[in-house]
């Protein structure tokens, strides 16, 4: 009896057991991980409402995973490699396509992107858009009376005070290191040295440059064509404006990838599939200030429509980005130091 006694308990913690794990499997199997950046996730960006959104369809959870940049999504998901628990990389942008593609983490998707509308179309079959716009310098129009007309301008006027983000930590300081590339070429070094000797400073992150901006601090800070959007729809404010560059602008196109082993395949598919939908796109323009990458027709807020617009759109191939990319900071950085 007493071997009975022990088999029977036995039996029942190892049922115990059995059910828990199959619980634990079950909730697994109904969370999705997004790893993103920070600002995407928090309580003022688009991420609180595209979750719900989403959420109402998949009858699941969508857990975001937050890093302090797109370089930091790239960076986290290579060292966890193929044990990432990630689903979907959510933040990476043109530039860094290609590197994640030859980290061999990625997956092809399966959506259909004839209706997105980034310049040129859209036709890669690893990355899906979510939304898009251009680098740019914001300025005052209280404060700043001699605007600028184009990006050497910006460089070469000695009375203009400028802030810009670091290209190692920062998305919009390494779109501007690309447009200075695209627009200077071999002489981008040059014109480095000469954007030093009037930079106020060059932040690690984006909100601290524009935070400073903001407070008076400089004349000029870069930031995104899409930024007096913000000002006008939440402030009431349209004192803020793009500079405009006759040379044209950087494009900034945000991406979002499958990873190829995530742990919920079909739940990673669905969302991608979310991604060019109105639940997610309707959250883009007021949640990130950026441009959605569908047609929204009335939708979109009005602020949008009067917003400064490319003389050209400047890109450089994505493989020379991937190549070049260390050479050209390292550039930037012996030119700033010296």
Same mark, same amino acid.
């Given at each position: 009896?007493?071997?009975?006694?022990?088999?029977?308990?036995?039996?029942?913690?190892?049922?115990?057991?059995?059910?828990?794990?199959?619980?634990?499997?079950?909730?697994?199997?109904?969370?999705?991980?997004?790893?993103?950046?920070?600002?995407?996730?928090?309580?003022?960006?688009?991420?609180?409402?595209?979750?719900?959104?989403? &959420?109402?369809?998949?009858?699941?959870?969508?857990?975001? *995973?937050?890093?302090?940049?797109?370089?930091? /999504?790239?960076?986290?998901?290579?060292?966890?490699?193929?044990?990432?628990?990630?689903?979907?990389?959510?933040?990476?942008?043109?530039?860094?396509?290609?590197?994640?593609?030859?980290?061999?983490?990625?997956?092809?998707?399966?959506?259909?992107?004839?209706?997105?509308?980034?310049?040129?179309?859209?036709?890669?079959?690893?990355?899906?858009?979510?939304?898009?716009?251009?680098?740019?310098?914001?300025?005052?129009?209280?404060?700043?009376?001699?605007?600028?007309?184009?990006?050497?301008? *910006?460089?070469?006027?000695?009375?203009?005070?400028?802030?810009?983000?670091?290209?190692?930590?920062?998305?919009?300081?390494?779109?501007?290191?690309?447009?200075?590339?695209?627009?200077?070429?071999?002489?981008?070094?040059?014109?480095?040295?000469?954007?030093?000797?009037?930079?106020?400073?060059?932040?690690?992150?984006?909100?601290?440059?524009?935070?400073?901006?903001?407070?008076? &601090?400089?004349?000029?800070?870069?930031?995104?064509?899409?930024?007096?959007?913000?000002?006008?729809?939440?402030?009431?404010?349209?004192?803020?404006?793009?500079?405009?560059?006759?040379?044209?602008?950087?494009?900034?196109? &945000?991406?979002?990838?499958?990873?190829?082993?995530?742990?919920?395949?079909?739940?990673?598919?669905?969302?991608?599939?979310? /991604?060019?939908?109105?639940?997610?796109?309707?959250?883009?323009?007021?949640?990130?200030?950026?441009?959605?990458?569908? &047609?929204?027709?009335?939708?979109?807020?009005?602020?949008?429509?009067?917003?400064?617009?490319?003389?050209?759109?400047?890109?450089?191939?994505?493989?020379?980005?991937?190549?070049?990319?260390?050479?050209?900071?390292?550039?930037?950085?012996?030119?700033?130091?010296?």
């Amino acid at each position: 009896m007493r071997t009975l006694y022990i088999t029977s308990i036995a039996l029942a913690t190892l049922a115990s057991l059995s059910l828990s794990a199959t619980v634990v499997q079950a909730d697994e199997a109904k969370t999705l991980n997004v790893y993103t950046y920070d600002s995407f996730a928090s309580d003022w960006g688009p991420g609180p409402k595209i979750k719900a959104n989403f &959420e109402k369809e998949c009858a699941c959870t969508l857990n975001y *995973v937050t890093l302090d940049s797109s370089v930091g /999504i790239l960076s986290r998901v290579q060292l966890e490699g193929s044990s990432s628990k990630a689903d979907v990389l959510l933040g990476l942008d043109l530039n860094l396509m290609q590197a994640a593609k030859a980290s061999g983490l990625v997956s092809e998707h399966n959506v259909d992107t004839s209706k997105v509308t980034t310049p040129g179309g859209w036709s890669d079959s690893y990355f899906v858009p979510f939304d898009q716009g251009y680098f740019a310098f914001i300025y005052n129009t209280e404060t700043l009376k001699e605007v600028p007309k184009s990006l050497k301008e *910006v460089v070469e006027n000695q009375d203009l005070s400028v802030i810009y983000q670091d290209p190692r930590t920062s998305t919009p300081g390494l779109g501007l290191m690309l447009w200075m590339k695209s627009v200077y070429g071999d002489d981008a070094g040059k014109a480095w040295q000469t954007l030093a000797s009037h930079t106020k400073t060059v932040t690690k992150g984006w909100y601290d440059g524009y935070s400073m901006f903001l407070k008076g &601090e400089a004349d000029l800070v870069l930031s995104y064509t899409t930024s007096p959007a913000y000002h006008m729809v939440v402030e009431s404010e349209s004192k803020y404006k793009a500079v405009p560059a006759s040379e044209g602008f950087y494009p900034q196109v &945000e991406v979002a990838a499958q990873l190829k082993n995530a742990p919920n395949k079909a739940l990673a598919d669905k969302f991608m599939q979310f /991604i060019l939908t109105q639940g997610f796109q309707g959250e883009v323009s007021t949640g990130n200030w950026m441009f959605p990458v569908i &047609e929204l027709g009335d939708a979109l807020p009005k602020a949008f429509t009067g917003l400064e617009q490319p003389a050209k759109v400047l890109t450089l191939p994505a493989e020379q980005v991937a190549a070049k990319r260390k050479q050209w900071i390292n550039e930037w950085l012996d030119s700033v130091t010296q």
